[in-house]
């Protein structure tokens, strides 16, 4: 059973819908218990890290996060979960989960593309991924392939080798994080087509290394 | 860098999808949720229906088709016609649509707009825009004047004024129809779309007058949109989404290629 975690952080209905469609039970879930059952997790999410943190608190779910962490449960943060499971998020000034080292930050108002006009904020719509390492979860996917974004913040680990992939929008920032029994990523694979529930299908069947 | 999205755009009524020549004369031309895998399959980036079913009792058949939706194809699509308050909108999302989009409701009550960009955040609001051009006069300086109900009525309204004013109150993305090309099939129009593009900070989807996919390249250019919306050319078979994409991603116009 796949718990996806319901934490009053948007619809989440897309993620169970894309799950089901590839023939994986699932369960939207308020609680922590189930949660920590789970053969694997999923924790979505839109909107904004401060309400977010306060709601995860309130179901217990942050512990939950960490003990599944510890346990080597498999974890796909998907948007604002990706950007949950960092120590601290600059929207709201935030403490976050913790369980990757780094900060959630801002797009500067400003930035630019390579003709020096100014991008849009939030960073909305398809783009691509380039791959920093090989990973279980994004295998068989080609390098065209484009995602599904909707964010004006973007996770910014600590340590390097915990990105899995980059995605240029007047910067460079991670889109994937990879780190231990966690893959997360600041795109929606469940509406980003065929590639995204390949990945979806990907992590569904991940063991990670212990 | 993000793709340049193409949106084809499906009306339907009473659970079936039309598509209407300048809002007269529509006629039934499929169902709605094979279409959407149709397109879905051939690389569109997301997709925007119109329910433009005339009576209040059949809306719960929109939803029916809206969950169908959901459950067929995995890429954002967005809802509009007949969204009138918030919880109008809730339960739109909640049968899985992306986005809604409003129009003539938020002319009517602004405050639709702040309310649903404070309910489900401002990338959920998209503001459907129709426009006419009509000459610069005092109450409409840029020219272009916003009209309901199909382009019959005029409100007297500045369309680059409203834009601005909706982006203020939390619209995440500005849907923009120009009555005068819509249904002419002889091309966008330019100079709205990048009057209206090059001063919001809101992702702007052209609208209106795609006959052939030259007319995209130029709206996506010159026109500064960030998407456009097709529906003839691609509905009765003139034109695939892929031909399309091809066509642009040969003109150097950057758009997803796989999927």
Not at chain 1, 50 to 55: D, P
Not at chain 1, 173 to 186: E, K, L, P
Request: glycine share 10%; with cysteine; charged share 20%.
């Amino acid at each position: 059973m796949i718990a996806i975690i319901d934490y009053d952080a948007g619809n989440l209905t897309s993620v169970a819908r894309a799950v089901t469609y590839l023939g994986y039970e699932n369960v939207v879930t308020r609680d922590a218990r189930q949660v920590l059952a789970a053969e694997r997790i999923i924790f979505p999410g839109v909107g904004a890290a401060g309400s977010a943190m306060t709601s995860l608190k309130q179901l217990g779910m942050d512990i939950a996060l960490h003990d599944a962490f510890q346990r080597g449960i498999p974890i796909l943060g998907i948007c604002l979960g990706t950007q949950i499971i960092m120590k601290y998020s600059e929207e709201n000034e935030t403490p976050c989960v913790g369980l990757v080292p780094g900060t959630v930050r801002a797009f500067s108002p400003d930035i630019r593309d390579a003709d020096g006009a100014r991008l849009k904020i939030p960073h909305m719509g398809w783009n691509r991924i380039e791959l920093q390492q090989e990973h279980p979860v994004l295998a068989g996917l080609k390098p065209s392939d484009e995602f599904y974004f909707v964010h004006g913040y973007y996770p910014d680990p600590l340590h390097a080798d915990h990105i899995v992939g980059k995605t240029r929008y007047g910067i460079e920032f991670a889109s994937v994080i990879g780190y231990r029994n966690i893959i997360a990523t600041q795109f929606h694979p469940e509406k980003s087509g065929h590639p995204g529930l390949n990945l979806l299908d990907n992590f569904c069947h991940w063991t990670p290394n212990r | 860098m993000l793709s340049k999205r193409i949106i084809p755009c499906l009306d339907v009524r009473n659970g079936k999808t039309t598509k209407g020549v300048q809002f007269k004369g529509n006629i039934d031309i499929g169902d709605p949720v094979e279409m959407a895998r149709f397109y879905y399959e051939n690389g569109a980036d997301e997709i925007v229906f119109y329910d433009i079913t005339a009576s209040s009792d059949k809306r719960g058949i929109m939803l029916d088709v809206v969950r169908r939706v959901a459950e067929t194809i995995f890429i954002p699509f967005s809802v509009g016609g007949g969204i009138r308050t918030v919880e109008d909108m809730r339960a739109v999302l909640l049968a899985g649509a992306e986005k809604i989009s409003v129009n003539s409701a938020a002319i009517l009550n602004p405050d639709l707009i702040s309310q649903g960009a404070r309910a489900f955040g401002n990338q959920c609001v998209v503001l459907g825009m129709d426009v006419k051009f009509v000459g610069k006069r005092p109450e409409i300086p840029s020219g272009y004047e916003m009209v309901i109900n199909g382009g019959r009525r005029p409100m007297g309204m500045d369309a680059l004024e409203w834009a601005q004013r909706a982006e203020s109150l939390g619209a995440g993305e500005i849907c923009l129809n120009s009555i005068d090309a819509d249904g002419t099939q002889d091309g966008y129009e330019i100079s709205l779309t990048s009057l209206i593009s090059s001063n919001v900070s809101i992702p702007v989807i052209a609208s209106g007058g795609a006959g052939k996919p030259e007319h995209l390249l130029d709206v996506l250019t010159r026109g500064r949109a960030d998407a456009a919306l097709v529906a003839s050319m691609v509905h009765y078979g003139a034109y695939s989404i892929s031909e399309i994409k091809s066509f642009l991603h040969s003109n150097g116009v950057k758009v997803r290629t796989t999927w």
